[in-house]
């Protein structure tokens, strides 16, 4: 069963504006942690910014926040003053502590538009 | 030098060909994983391994096998291939969660990209 959704295939944001990738997952594993990754063009994966699930912040990396909402099961990614090399595909994952292994959603592609 | 580094990048193939993967890494990591990537479906687990003697299965092994000759070697096998194998193939590997207090997130190789005809 799919553990990770995110609904966006596409999202356009426009240059130094914030936009928001959407990612919900489920688990009845209380200890967990969420993971967004950026792949541009090129195709090489690069990991953004990390969210454990007991961490009672949200976690900020730079330009990149997670809108961690524990209740609801979602860990969104706002990218803040988006620019041109923003454009990629962004995949959530996540990480079960009972299982270790690491799955993956379809993935969001943003484009930032000039 | 790449971290990570996967061999081939490109490989085209008939369809009932043995194709191996190889996967190597210098970051001395326990945790070894190879995925494949195929548009709109994001990354899926094909096997993953914790230690040289740890193999697990994960959400498509079907058709696949692999071998962890050493801490540092990872690869995949595609017994005999079809068409439908055809994807860009992912090696990563992890710390784990929370050794000194990473986040054990993935570092990936390149990937490899396989045809089959």
């Known amino acids: 069963a799919q553990k990770i959704t995110q609904t966006q295939p596409g999202m356009f944001v426009q240059e130094k504006e914030a936009v928001t990738l959407d990612c919900t997952y489920d688990?009845?594993?209380?200890?967990?942690?969420l993971f967004w990754y950026k792949q541009p063009s090129s195709g090489e994966m690069i990991f953004l910014i990390y969210q454990g699930s007991y961490d009672q912040q949200n976690a900020t990396e730079g330009r990149y926040s997670l809108n961690f909402q524990k209740a609801r099961k979602s860990a969104n990614l706002v990218i803040s003053a988006s620019q041109l090399g923003d454009s990629a595909m962004y995949f959530c994952a996540m990480r079960e502590t009972n299982n270790n292994d690491m799955r993956f959603g379809a993935g969001t592609r943003l484009t930032v538009k000039p | 030098d790449a971290d990570v580094t996967q061999t081939p990048r490109n490989r085209i193939t008939k369809t009932g060909k043995r194709i191996m993967l190889e996967c190597s890494q210098t970051k001395g990591h326990d945790r070894m994983y190879w995925y494949r990537q195929d548009p709109g479906l994001g990354l899926q687990l094909i096997y993953y391994?914790?230690?040289?003697?740890?193999?697990n299965k994960g959400e498509i092994s079907d058709g696949y096998s692999v071998s962890r000759q050493a801490q540092a070697k990872f690869s995949l096998s595609l017994e005999s291939a079809i068409p439908n194998q055809t994807a860009l193939y992912f090696c990563a590997t992890s710390d784990g969660p929370g050794t000194g207090g990473n986040a054990g997130e993935l570092f990936f190789g390149e990937g490899s990209r396989l045809t089959v005809l």
């Open positions: 688990t009845s594993d209380p200890s967990y942690g």
């Open positions: 391994s914790f230690d040289v003697k740890d193999i």
